[in-house]
Each structure stands twice: as C-alpha cells, then as structure tokens.
C-alpha cells in the first residue's frame, strides 16, 4: 500500500478527550476496507486487470457461497520494518466460509504483495489456519499461486529457521480433506502444498513446480518454459502430480464442490448420502448391462460405459483420467451412497496394470480409507504389464504398494469381475483373500493364473491347429466362476443385470456398521503422495 493511514495507528487523543467506540469502530472498517480495496497497490491490481487475471480475493469469493467468507488476519504484515508498510497480509489472504452450505476455511497467495512469496508472518497464518480446521473438523481449500520463498527474508540462518515447513499439514493424517488449486505459477510454498492435499486441480495456463525456469537456468544453465516445465499436460499426462486438469477458474471451482460433495467433513463423521432421491435412479433389473461387455476376452471396450449405467446417473467423478488410462479411478455414488470406483479399462493396454495405474488405485484407497468410504472394484483384467520400460518405471514396488494398502485399508471394499481376472492382478484388484466384504462374478468370467491363450504357449508351445484350440478349450474350461465359488474364492456369481440393486443393498447394509475410529485407518498415517 501506498498509503500508511491503514496500517498506522491513529493519533493518540487528547486525555480530555477520549474517542468514542463508534469513532473506533469506524477507524477499524475504514482501515480494513482500505487493505481489501488496495491489497499490494493499485498499480498491481492495475497490472492484474490488464492481463484479465482477478485477485485472490474475487477467486475466493467465486469458490465459495455468496458472502460466506469471513477474512482472519487482515492486519497481518511483513515482520521486516522495511516492509511493513507494504506487505498488507503479507502475501497470504485467508478466513472462514461456506461451501453447498457446509463449513470450509479457505487461503490463497496474493500476487500483489511480493508475488505471494511465503515469509514467516504469512506461512504462520497458513499454519494457524491448518490447526482451526484439524481442531474443528473442517475442510481446507488452497488456492496456489506463490512466487516460492521471498528472498531477502529466507536467506540468512534466522530467515529460513523461522518460516514453517507446514507441519500441520504434513501431520495431519487425513483428519480433514485438503484440496488445493493451482491459479497460477506456483513455486515453493503453494507447489509443497499441492503435493501434500488429497486433491490437486490444475488450471491451464498455470505452472506448478518447485522452483521456477529463471532458478533453472542460473543454477544449470537450461532453459524450459513455463508449460514445458510444469503446466497442465505435464501433470495430467506424464508426472500424474494433479488428479485434474482444467481449463478455466470457473471448472475449478465446480471441481472442489463436486469433489468436497463426496467427502465428510472430517474423519469422524460419515460421508453424505445424496439427498435427492431423484438423482439416485432406480435400482430396477438392467438387462443390457452385460451387452457393454464383449465375452471374446481380448476385445476392448471402455469400462466408463458400464460404469455410467451401474452408478448413479452422472455421479462418476473421474481423478487422474489422463495418466494410467488402463485403470478407472474415482468417486461415485449407488443409489445415493458415496463409494470409491476402481475399475480395469480394456480400452487401453487390455486393461492390465502397470505402474501409474497401481499408484492411482492406492492414492484412491488412502482417501477412502482416511474418510470411510467404501470403494467398489470392476475387474476385467488379463494381468500386469510386462516389459522393459514397465520394470524399470518401478512396477515391483509400485505393486507391492497397492497389495499392502489393499491388506492395511479398514474401509469397505466390494468387488465385482465382469468378465476376466488372471495372474497376481486378480488379487491385485481386489480378489479372494484380500479382504473383500463380498467378491461377486458374472456368469462368463474367466479367473485363473493365466489367459488360456498365453497359457497353452507355457504348456504346449509346440502346439499347433486342432490341438491348440483343443488345449485352449480345456484349459478355459477350469477358469470359470462355479470353480471359484465352489470353493468360496467368491460370494455369488449374479445375473449382470442384477449388479446394481447387489451392489446398493450392500452399501445400504454397510451404512449401518460401526466404523473403525480414524486413528485405527492404517492408511490414513500414509503420505499423500
């Protein structure tokens, strides 16, 4: 701010003459209209107009209900004397509001002051909103768009011992869901931030990464863009570090309140049922359900379809939709219920898993099971991707981790194989022994080790003609669903038409358990990424 009259503090009156409270009151409106008028200065606003960009404030105001925001720290400023008289919330804008009604609290990076850049007084405000919402139970909206740590503050040993490293955030075991946006460039700070949430939106034209093309190429000597670097297409489709990308702020917001619609407000209370009953659908036979599904094993098909008759009509909410495209993961609902979705998808790779599939499937699970949603599984997989590029993408682990989240999660799980399941994937994506509250199979599934094409390679390699396909059949012959469940490796083999009224009988009966208390969820103690 130019002006000091709203950060000084009045002329002291005369002993003779004290100020009334509304004298006082009327300062105190004046001074804080003035900071959310002005924020860094007209010029910087001016400079934001000019580019069609708008202020933390107005996206805070877009995102969340008309006139529900109630702003805390408005008087906050630089701790360095130089700069106090500038650095109006010293670069963080935050406060309380409301989202569909429900209690949120909300902060952002102010470019007007210092690019956003994080400084202790600023990073302080962040962290004692992270304790309000972990005390209180309510959920946390970050909206990214820092220029990373502000030098000079940070350079010298006092500067960087004093700014926080979020522990708040970084400790908070999924007591409360964290979402974050990413606005604009975001270095540092809001970049941490990001990685950190349960959900990661993207808006085009944004960058996010932890330091920016100018440290690049002072510290190496290259040079990269903005996009190249770190925007939208290179985390929906390559790094995988945001679960949405989308192309303007307003798609943005949508995205938070669809995603936050799903969710409790906290860990220790139940996730909303959707309460219009309209919006459920009906749970009557469907018979054309199992004609989305090819018997012939190795033709494709996109399990989305299926998956838009089976959920609640438009309820599937797709995260991470451009990286691991062999794997289906988000959230839905089944007759209002909210439920986490992995799916196999044939369309691409035949479905079989590699690794950034098994680390979207196990960010899923971390986030169901934190918040005590039960999470259904759709198989139609021939197994897990083999190859050199596969291996060394860290498959071993990557899979090993998503059967250790599989055999550590406590929120329900359901499973369902549309039509194969072979190999370690089989118990990968949720099958016999694994913890399944109920493991079902349509009548023409296919389960074993091995896709009886591959198989009689193994067996019989020299096999040709007549005595393949008669080896093949024999061997189809022992993967069907009776085997299975003649030994109770599943619950039920059911008319495909009859998987959605299963599947919300189910849930409906699960809504009645007890759950495990948030501090028995082992996966809500995992990292967010």
């Given at each position: 701010?130019?002006?000091?009259?709203?950060?000084?503090?009045?002329?002291?009156?005369?002993?003779?003459?004290?100020?009334?409270?509304?004298?006082?009151?009327?300062?105190?409106?004046?001074?804080?209209?003035?900071?959310?008028?002005?924020?860094?200065?007209?010029?910087?606003?001016?400079?934001?107009?000019?580019?069609?960009?708008?202020?933390?404030?107005?996206r805070?105001?877009e995102?969340?209900?008309?006139?529900?925001?109630?702003?805390?720290?408005?008087?906050?400023?630089?701790?360095?004397?130089?700069?106090?008289?500038?650095?109006?919330?010293?670069?963080?804008?935050?406060?309380?509001?409301?989202?569909d009604?429900?209690?949120?609290?909300?902060?952002?990076?102010?470019?007007?002051?210092?690019?956003?850049?994080?400084?202790?007084?600023?990073?302080?405000?962040?962290?004692?909103?992270?304790?309000?919402?972990?005390?209180?139970?309510?959920?946390?909206?970050?909206?990214?768009?820092?220029?990373?740590?502000?030098?000079?503050?940070?350079?010298?040993?006092?500067?960087?011992?004093?700014?926080?490293?979020?522990?708040?955030?970084?400790?908070?075991?999924?007591?409360?869901?964290?979402?974050?946006?990413?606005?604009?460039?975001?270095?540092?700070?809001?970049?941490?931030?990001?990685?950190?949430?349960?959900?990661?939106?993207q808006?085009?034209?944004?960058?996010?990464?932890?330091?920016?093309?100018?440290?690049?190429?002072?510290?190496?000597?290259?040079?990269?863009?903005?996009?190249?670097?770190?925007?939208?297409?290179?985390?929906a489709r390559?790094?995988?570090?945001?679960?949405?990308?989308v192309?303007?702020?307003?798609?943005?917001?949508?995205a938070?309140?669809?995603?936050?619609?799903?969710?409790p407000?906290?860990?220790?209370t139940?996730?909303?049922?959707?309460?219009?009953?309209?919006?459920?659908?009906?749970l009557?036979?469907?018979?054309?359900?199992?004609?989305?599904?090819?018997?012939?094993?190795?033709?494709?098909?996109?399990?989305?379809?299926?998956?838009?008759?089976l959920?609640?009509?438009?309820?599937?909410?797709?995260?991470?939709?451009?990286?691991?495209?062999n794997?289906?993961?988000?959230?839905?609902r089944?007759?209002?219920?909210?439920?986490?979705v992995v799916?196999?998808?044939?369309?691409?790779?035949?479905?079989?898993?590699?690794?950034?599939?098994?680390?979207?499937?196990?960010r899923?699970?971390?986030?169901?099971?934190?918040?005590?949603?039960?999470?259904?599984?759709?198989?139609?997989?021939?197994?897990?991707?083999?190859?050199?590029?596969?291996?060394?993408?860290?498959?071993?682990y990557r899979?090993?981790?998503?059967?250790?989240?599989?055999?550590?999660?406590?929120?329900?799980?359901?499973?369902?194989?549309?039509?194969?399941?072979?190999?370690?994937?089989?118990?990968?994506?949720?099958?016999?022994?694994?913890?399944?509250?109920?493991?079902?199979?349509?009548?023409?599934?296919?389960?074993?080790?091995?896709?009886p094409?591959?198989a009689?390679?193994?067996?019989?390699?020299?096999?040709?003609?007549?005595?393949?396909?008669?080896?093949?059949?024999?061997?189809?012959?022992?993967?069907?669903?009776?085997?299975?469940?003649?030994?109770?490796?599943?619950?039920?083999?059911?008319?495909?038409?009859?998987?959605?009224?299963?599947?919300?009988?189910?849930?409906?009966?699960?809504?009645?358990?007890?759950?495990?208390?948030?501090?028995?969820?082992?996966?809500?103690?995992?990292?967010t990424?």
């Open positions: 701010m130019t002006d000091r009259a709203a950060a000084e503090p009045a002329a002291a009156p005369s002993a003779a003459e004290p100020p009334s409270q509304t004298a006082l009151a009327a300062d105190l409106h004046a001074r804080a209209a003035r900071i959310r008028a002005e924020m860094g200065g007209l010029d910087k606003l001016e400079r934001l107009r000019t580019r069609g960009q708008r202020t933390v404030r107005e805070i105001d995102l969340v209900d008309p006139g529900s925001f109630r702003e805390l720290g408005t008087f906050t400023r630089s701790k360095r004397p130089e700069d106090r008289f500038d650095t109006p919330g010293d670069g963080k804008i935050s406060g309380q509001a409301r989202i009604g429900r209690p949120i609290v909300v902060f952002g990076d102010d470019v007007t002051v210092r690019q956003g850049s994080s400084s202790e007084v600023g990073s302080r405000k962040e962290e004692r909103l992270a304790h309000f919402a972990l005390r209180h139970g309510t959920p946390i909206v970050h909206l990214g768009e820092t220029g990373g740590g502000r030098i000079p503050d940070i350079l010298g040993a006092e500067g960087i011992s004093e700014v926080l490293p979020f522990p708040a955030f970084a400790g908070r075991n999924h007591r409360v869901p964290v979402a974050t946006v990413i606005v604009g460039k975001s270095f540092g700070g809001s970049s941490f931030l990001s990685a950190m949430s349960d959900f990661t939106v808006v085009r034209g944004s960058c996010l990464a932890v330091t920016s093309p100018r440290v690049f190429e002072v510290a190496t000597g290259e040079r990269i863009g903005f996009e190249e670097l770190g925007g939208v297409d290179v985390h390559l790094t995988g570090q945001i679960d949405l990308g192309d303007s702020d307003a798609e943005a917001w949508a938070v309140r669809r995603w936050l619609s799903y969710l407000s906290n860990a220790w139940p996730a909303p049922r959707a309460a219009d009953e309209a919006e459920r659908g009906t009557d036979d469907d018979p054309g359900l199992a004609e989305l599904v090819p018997l012939q094993r190795a033709r494709g098909y996109d399990m989305r379809r299926l998956l838009g008759r959920l609640d009509p438009g309820s599937l909410f797709e995260l991470r939709p451009l990286i691991g495209r794997l289906t993961a988000g959230l839905g089944i007759d209002g219920w909210p439920i986490g799916a196999s998808n044939p369309m691409f790779q035949a479905g079989a898993l590699d690794g950034d599939a098994c680390e979207k499937a196990t899923l699970l971390v986030l169901c099971d934190s918040f005590d949603i039960p999470v259904l599984f759709l198989q139609d997989v021939p197994g897990f991707l083999v190859g050199r590029a596969v291996e060394h993408g860290r498959l071993l899979a090993m981790r998503l059967r250790q989240a599989l055999t550590l999660c406590r929120c329900p799980t359901l499973t369902v194989i549309v039509r194969k399941a072979f190999g370690l994937a089989f118990k990968a994506m949720n099958g016999s022994g694994m913890g399944a509250d109920a493991i079902y199979a349509w009548p023409g599934a296919e389960i074993g080790f091995m896709d094409d591959v009689v390679n193994v067996v019989r390699p020299e096999a040709r003609g007549d005595e393949r396909d008669h080896l093949i059949a024999q061997l189809a012959e022992a993967t069907t669903p009776y085997d299975a469940a003649g030994v109770l490796g599943l619950d039920e083999v059911i008319d495909p038409a009859t998987t959605r009224r299963v599947l919300a009988e189910d849930l409906g009966r699960l809504a009645t358990r007890r759950p495990s208390p948030p501090e028995q969820r082992p996966l809500s103690y995992w990292a990424c």
